[in-house]
C-alpha cells in the first residue's frame, strides 16, 4: 500500500515537473529583467504645485474666492441693516402712544424681508462654496494631462523605463536615492513654454 502511495505520488510528479520548470524559468528570467530596468520617480504633488499653469490656476480661484467672500460681506451687511431697522420696529412696537397696526404691518414686512436676505446669503454662499470646490477638483484633471507628457518626455531623455510616483500621498514609495528623482526636469519641461512667453 505504501509503495502504490509513492509512485502515485511520483506519477503526479512526472506531469507537474514540466510546469514547475517553467515557472521557474520565467522567474529567473524575470528577475534578471527587473534589474536591467531603469527607474526613476517623480514627486508628482511638487510637480503641480510648481507648475505655472496651476500657480495661474490657483490665483484666479484665490480671486473667485476673495470676491465671493466680499459679496457675502455686502450681503451680512444689508441683513444687519435690515436686522437693526427691526429692532427699532419692536421698540416702537413697545410705545403704547404709537398706532400699532400700521407698525405691525411694516414689521411683519420687515421680517419677512430679513428672511429672504438671510435665504438669499446662505444660497449664494453655498452656490459659491461649491463652484470653488468644483474648481480646486478640476485643478488636477484640467493639468494633468500636461504632467504626464512632460514625465514622458523626461523619462525618454533620461532612459527610464519607470517612474514612481513619490508624492508623500503615495504610500508605496518609502526611500528614493535622491539621483533617481526628476521631479525638477518635470518641472523644468512643464515651465518652459511659460518662460518663453
Known sequence: MT??????????MKKLL??????????????????AQSIGVVNVQKVFDGYHKVKDARERLEKSRKIANEEIGIFREELG????????????LK???????????KYQEQVKKAKEKQDDLIQYDKRTKATI???????????????RK???????LKKLDLVIN?????????YVKPTLDVTSDVIAVLNASAQKK
Open 3 to 12: 509503495t502504490l502511495l509513492v509512485i502515485s505520488i511520483l506519477e503526479k
Open 18 to 35: 514540466p510546469q514547475f520548470l517553467f515557472s521557474a524559468t520565467v522567474i529567473c528570467l524575470s528577475s534578471s529583467m527587473v534589474q
Open 81 to 92: 441693516s435690515i436686522v437693526k431697522e427691526l429692532k427699532e420696529t419692536e421698540e416702537k
Open 95 to 105: 410705545n403704547p402712544n404709537i398706532d400699532s397696526s400700521t407698525l405691525r404691518t
Open 133 to 147: 470646490s468644483q474648481r480646486q477638483r478640476n485643478l488636477l484633471v484640467e493639468h494633468i494631462a500636461d504632467i
Open 150 to 156: 512632460a514625465v514622458d518626455k523626461v523619462s525618454s
Open 166 to 174: 513619490s508624492s508623500e500621498t503615495q504610500l508605496g514609495v518609502f
